[in-house]
């Protein structure tokens, strides 16, 4: 479970953390209790996919390097005006068929609303992953994004995110079923 600890570089103030506080603590107890937390649908990884043109441009040891940049024209994908506008370049590991890095930026503004709802003149986003056991999990995700909304209030957001200290872990569930005893004849007269 992660929380915010600060904002544009400022610890929150007292009041704020608490309430960030109390909220990961109320999703961690839905969790706990098997709730069912409800995400919105994403558009299959497959047609995102088929958005980006990848080309093979370097070999670095054991790593694939493969750029991407999206295909031209309009997609019929939920926010292609965002897929559209973005680029970047990949580390593969070749031999696990696993992705290592991935940096992505925008090569034009992202607008909604024909950019009178929001702008956003500058996005960053850099992931790297580690191997742990058979699979490689996140270690570091940074993010950083400006623009503006409602043509006047600009903004700038950046958030790094660090991951570490996984740890296996194994359930095992021992279940026994009791059969009720049958129950004895009544003596008929």
């Known amino acids: 479970m992660r929380r915010q600890v600060e904002e544009n570089g400022a610890p929150l103030p007292p009041a704020r953390q608490a309430e960030v506080d109390r909220q990961?603590?109320?999703?961690?107890d839905a969790i706990?209790?098997?709730?069912?937390?409800?995400?919105?649908?994403?558009p299959r990884l497959s047609k995102i996919l088929e958005r980006y043109l990848f080309r093979s441009v370097a070999r670095e040891g054991s790593l694939l390097v493969l750029d991407?940049?999206?295909?031209?024209?309009?997609?019929?994908?939920?926010?292609?005006?965002?897929?559209?506008?973005?680029?970047g370049r990949l580390w593969v590991d070749e031999a696990r068929g696993e992705l290592?890095?991935?940096?992505?930026?925008?090569?034009?503004?992202?607008?909604?609303?024909?950019?009178?709802?929001?702008k956003v003149?500058?996005?960053?986003?850099?992931?790297?992953?580690?191997?742990?056991?058979?699979?490689?999990?996140?270690?570091?995700?940074?993010?950083d994004v400006?623009?503006?909304?409602?043509?006047?209030?600009?903004?700038?957001?950046?958030q790094v995110h660090e991951y570490g200290n996984y740890q296996?872990?194994?359930?095992?569930?021992?279940?026994?079923?009791?059969?009720?005893?049958?129950?004895t004849p009544s003596p008929t007269p």
């Not at 290592?100 to 929001?118: F, P, S, T």
């Open 24 to 28: 990961a603590a109320e999703k961690a």
């Open 32 to 42: 706990r209790r098997g709730d069912v937390l409800v995400e919105d649908p994403v």
């Open 68 to 87: 991407f940049e999206p295909r031209p024209g309009k997609r019929d994908l939920e926010h292609d005006n965002v897929l559209r506008a973005v680029h």
């Open 100 to 118: 290592v890095r991935a940096r992505m930026q925008n090569a034009e503004a992202i607008k909604w609303a024909l950019g009178l709802g929001a």
């Open 121 to 143: 003149s500058s996005l960053t986003l850099s992931m790297e992953f580690a191997p742990v056991d058979e699979v490689y999990l996140p270690r570091r995700i940074e993010t």
């Open 146 to 158: 400006a623009g503006r909304i409602l043509l006047f209030k600009g903004f700038r957001k950046r």
């Open 168 to 183: 296996r872990f194994s359930v095992t569930l021992d279940e026994a079923i009791e059969v009720p005893p049958s129950p």
